[in-house]
Structures are given as structure tokens and as C-alpha cells.
């Protein structure tokens, strides 16, 4: 472990620039314009997964984008970690607020980085992180290190919900069979505070369409006369929240896990500073369901939002029409016994049942999935455990997200495995939004500790 540790250091320079080829690749899966893109970065992590020692690398063609497999299998008798990641990324709107393109990627120092951060899109979500798991199996495979069995199985569709990859697991069961799922897709605390996400949310994504007049008319002629599907619109998402950021759609919380003071508890040890959190976003008050904290309200409470809403004129200058149309993107995240199909069924029902007779309202169905947690009384937690706490020279906290992660109900389901949840970018790097970074520090400490988690994990299977 100590000259493959000396490998790591004496290479970071190299796996800094070939993360930056990579991320200068703009494979945004959501915008069929950039489908070559999303391919070319395809075979990128297949090139660099043979380079790195591993074998039966296959691009796996799907109706939609492509799924990369590759493995090192050494021994049946000893245990498989299939390794998971995604290379697409979100599209980077809007362009006029990042401070260096968004596939341009360059090195600055922030507040929280002082050793510097990676600008680009996809540099913590999820090409960085995938690409630490790619360097770790290159320095194991270097130095006749590798103590298990590894397969990866890397996608391109999960910020789009992953639509043809459930299908692709299921089909492909014999090719997956592992022991555990090894993913970094989260985040830790904090640089001086490591942590294990043991939970993620769950999503219902919807898109709800309002419709009035057939087409749209003038606001001086008609305003008064005629209802107005953007003002309509609003009405009804506004009455989707109480005075006290519950939301009211009868049902909604029935399923919900009511977590116990002691977790709770728990939770409270997490280091968070209201005001800092404040002042990283750019906000003057925090606002959120009444009785609980911030971490509880992005952790383990459910919660209705706004994605995005649009309706008639939205170009310079003006033009005074009544829109025949407003549409909203809707998403609400579910937590622990919530499942989404259901919570569809409760929104467009609700929807409908108060949608007004003077307008038509359409409720449209994007993607979702269930939460998942992750049990930390297993040899693979405590394997992830002690590899941090190696690395980082303490314990690291166990904490849930309020992401989406389908792969954690997924691989469940159809794998029968759990998923550590071994991540090692921030909450403040700017994810889905302009001027995503990955701290250096993360990105190397990633690929230091991964490899401790395999031996660590060896040896407590042996018991």
C-alpha cells in the first residue's frame, strides 16, 4: 500500500489532465443535440478503463445513451464490488453566469478550496468522481494490488432520470452479480469532516400544463374577460403549501418515516453553520417546513418545488398578450416508504380536482424513484469507514442527502446488494448550477482512499 500510495502522488499531474480531457467533452444527455458528444465520452471511460488494466470492456448501445462495462475478475472464490458512476452531465444554463466555460476546464482557489477547485461541468457530478475510481484500480492493478474482484458499470442517463437503465440491470443479472455497489455520487461535509451517506431521497418529476383561449390574445382587449393560464397557474401551485411549508396535497405524507428523536439526535452532531450556509448561497433567511432544521428539511422530510414555469412572452422588451398556455416542471422528493407511482397518482389527482372549469389542465409524467438507505452494520460500511478514517485521519459521520439516487433502490431490488455511498465532493460545489468545481483535495483524497476500502473490505469478509 505504501508504493502504491507513492504511485498515486508521483501521477497527479497526469490524472489531473486526463480528467480535463474528459470534461472538455460536453455529454449533456438531456439535449439530443450533443448525442455524438455523449458517445465520444463513452468510449473515453472505455479507453481509460483498458489503459487502467481491465478487461471485457463493452459499450453497451441502448434506445437511449449508451452503458459502459468493463471488469478484472481474479478469483470466483473472492468478493465482487461493482463499481457505478454516470459520465453524462447537466446542460449548463444559463452560460452568462459562469465566470469560465463551462467545458473549458481551469483551476482557481475559493473559500473552501484554498489548494484550488476544478471549474467545469461534470467535475463533481460525476465525471471527477467516476474518474478516482478509474486511477484507484489503475494504481491497484500497477502494483499487483487488487485483493477482490471488480466490475464497472458506468451509464449515461442519469440526470435524465436513467430511463433505460433498470431494464439494462435486469437483463443483465449474471453480468452485475457482485456482492456490493461502490459509488461516489455524494458529498462529505466538509474538508476536516469526512462522511458515509447512509440515505437519499426519492423523486416525482411532473410537468403540469394549464390551458385556456385557443391561442393567445391581446391583454388590453381581453384582460378582465378572460382567465389568464399563467395567473391560474400560480394560483394552484401557491395553494400546494401551507402557511408553514407543509404541502397540502391530501395523502402526501401518509407513507412518510417518522425519524426518532435519537436519529435526530444524531443528526445534530453534524457541523453546520446557518449563517455560512446563508451567506455560500446568497441568501438573507433560510425558509423551509416548520419544527424541523435545515439538514432535517433537505434530509429526511419530503418537499414539493418549482423547477421551472413559462407562459406566454418571455423575449426582450414586451409584448402584451394573455398566454393560451402556462406550463410548470413540478418535483417533489420523497423519503424513506413514499413510493413515487403513488405520489404521482395523489398530485395529478389533487391537480385535477382544483384545477378551475374555466381553464383545462394536463399533468404529465417525467421520471422517478425511491428513496433508499444503506444499513451501517455491514462489513462493506465499516470497510468504507476505516478507509476514510485512514485518509482522513478521523472518523467520518454517517449522514443522509437529499438527492436522488436511483441506484441505491435499484440495485436493491434487482441485485439484491446494497450501496455504499462513498462521495467526496461538497454540497457548496456548485452541482446542476454555473460554476460546478470539484476541490483538488477531493479529487485526490478520493483516489487515496478507494483503495483502502477494497483491502479493508477483504479482510472483514474473511473475518
Excluded at 39 to 50: H, P, S, T, V
Excluded at 259 to 280: A, H, W
Aim: proline fraction near 7%; aromatic fraction near 10%; charge should be negative.
Amino acid at each position: 500500500m505504501q508504493q502504491l500510495q507513492e504511485y498515486i502522488q508521483s501521477n497527479k499531474d497526469r490524472y489531473l489532465n486526463e480528467l480535463f480531457d474528459w470534461l472538455r467533452i460536453p455529454s449533456i444527455s438531456a439535449d439530443a443535440t450533443y448525442k455524438g458528444d455523449v458517445a465520444r465520452a463513452a468510449e473515453f471511460c472505455a479507453d481509460r478503463l483498458r489503459e487502467a488494466g481491465a478487461e471485457n470492456v463493452t459499450i453497451y448501445p441502448t434506445p437511449g445513451h449508451a452503458i459502459v462495462y468493463g471488469d478484472k475478475l481474479i478469483n470466483p472464490d473472492l468478493p465482487t464490488v461493482l463499481v457505478y458512476g454516470h459520465y453524462d452531465v447537466q446542460p449548463p444554463d444559463p452560460l452568462d453566469l459562469w465566470e469560465s466555460g463551462p467545458f473549458e476546464p481551469v483551476i482557481k482557489k475559493t473559500e473552501t478550496h484554498p489548494q484550488g477547485a476544478i471549474f467545469a461541468r461534470g467535475s463533481s457530478d460525476d465525471k471527477g468522481q467516476v474518474y478516482m475510481h478509474i486511477k484507484a484500480f489503475e494504481a491497484m492493478m500497477k502494483h499487483d494490488a487488487l485483493p477482490c474482484n471488480v466490475k464497472f458499470i458506468i451509464e449515461g442517463e442519469e440526470e435524465i432520470g436513467s430511463p433505460n437503465f433498470r431494464p439494462f440491470v435486469e437483463a443483465h443479472k449474471a453480468l452485475l452479480d457482485c456482492n456490493v455497489v461502490l459509488c461516489s455520487d455524494t458529498s462529505i461535509v466538509a474538508n476536516d469532516v469526512p462522511s458515509l451517506t447512509t440515505g437519499v431521497r426519492g423523486l416525482a418529476y411532473m410537468e403540469v400544463e394549464v390551458t385556456g383561449p385557443s391561442r393567445d390574445l391581446h391583454s388590453g382587449v381581453y384582460g378582465g374577460g378572460v382567465a389568464n393560464p399563467a395567473n391560474v397557474l400560480c394560483e394552484l401551485i401557491a395553494s400546494l403549501l401551507d402557511e408553514n411549508r407543509k404541502v397540502t396535497i391530501p395523502g402526501f405524507y401518509d407513507d412518510v418515516q417518522v425519524v426518532g428523536p435519537e436519529e435526530r439526535s444524531e443528526m445534530s452532531r453534524i457541523p453546520f453553520n446557518q449563517e455560512t450556509y446563508n451567506k455560500n448561497l446568497g441568501i438573507r433567511q433560510e425558509l423551509g417546513e416548520e419544527g424541523y432544521s435545515t439538514i432535517e428539511r433537505t434530509s429526511i422530510r419530503p418537499t414539493l418545488d418549482v423547477n421551472g414555469i413559462w407562459g406566454g412572452y418571455t423575449g426582450e422588451g414586451t409584448k402584451t398578450v394573455l398566454p393560451a398556455k402556462a406550463t410548470a416542471k413540478i418535483s417533489m422528493r420523497l423519503v424513506p416508504h413514499q413510493r413515487h407511482e403513488k405520489i404521482y397518482d395523489l398530485v395529478e389527482d389533487h391537480f385535477k380536482k382544483i384545477a378551475p372549469p374555466y381553464v383545462s389542465i394536463k399533468v404529465t409524467r417525467m421520471h422517478g424513484g425511491e428513496p433508499g438507505v444503506t444499513p451501517i452494520d455491514t462489513p462493506e460500511y465499516r470497510a468504507a469507514h476505516l478507509a476514510m478514517e485512514k485518509t482522513f485521519g478521523k472518523s467520518p459521520i454517517p449522514k443522509r442527502e437529499g438527492g436522488y439516487i436511483p441506484i441505491v433502490s435499484l440495485f436493491r431490488d434487482v441485485l439484491s446488494v446494497d450501496s455504499i455511498l462513498i462521495g467526496f465532493g461538497l454540497d457548496s460545489d456548485a452541482l446542476h448550477s454555473p460554476n460546478e468545481h470539484f476541490g483538488l483535495f477531493n479529487y485526490y483524497k478520493g483516489i487515496e482512499t478507494i483503495p483502502y476500502f477494497y483491502h479493508y473490505y477483504v479482510d472483514l469478509k474473511k473475518g
